[in-house]
């Protein structure tokens, strides 16, 4: 089991960048393949971005490829999301997730699909005025 906590999110301008990070408790983290996923008001959860247990394989929603990078650190125990060039639609509570069991294969479909995910942060807050 893994615990997560979630931090950097803020109130940017448009253009503007953001580094999200992701604590994770218990000395297995290395096996879980990890998530980010965001949720505006009014709308569902989406997948903003994924990287392997391994950090050998990264995935990315349209909407923020070129813009985002996901990276992971084994040793602290930590997963990150570099934001840049930030955009109003990007406004939402960004959450962080992290799964054991191993996908049928490294098809994206397995990554973004939220439901896959067991263990989720409370999310931060992410805001980007115009």
């Known amino acids: 089991q893994v615990q997560l906590v979630e931090s950097g999110g803020g109130l940017v301008q448009a253009g503007g960048s953001l580094r999200l990070s992701c604590a994770a408790s218990?000395?297995?983290?290395?096996?879980?393949?990890m998530g980010w996923f965001r949720q505006a008001p009014g709308r569902e959860r989406e997948f903003v971005a994924a990287i392997t247990w391994s950090g050998g394989l990264t995935y990315y929603a349209d909407s923020v490829k070129g813009r985002f990078t996901i990276s992971r650190d084994n040793g602290k125990n930590t997963v990150d999301l570099q934001m840049n060039s930030l955009r109003p639609e990007d406004t939402a509570v960004y959450y962080c997730a992290a799964e054991r069991e191993r996908p049928p294969s490294s098809a994206s479909i397995y990554y973004s699909n939220s439901r896959r995910y067991d263990y989720w942060g409370q999310g931060t807050q992410v805001t980007v005025s115009s």
């Open positions: 218990g000395r297995t983290f290395s096996t879980y393949d």
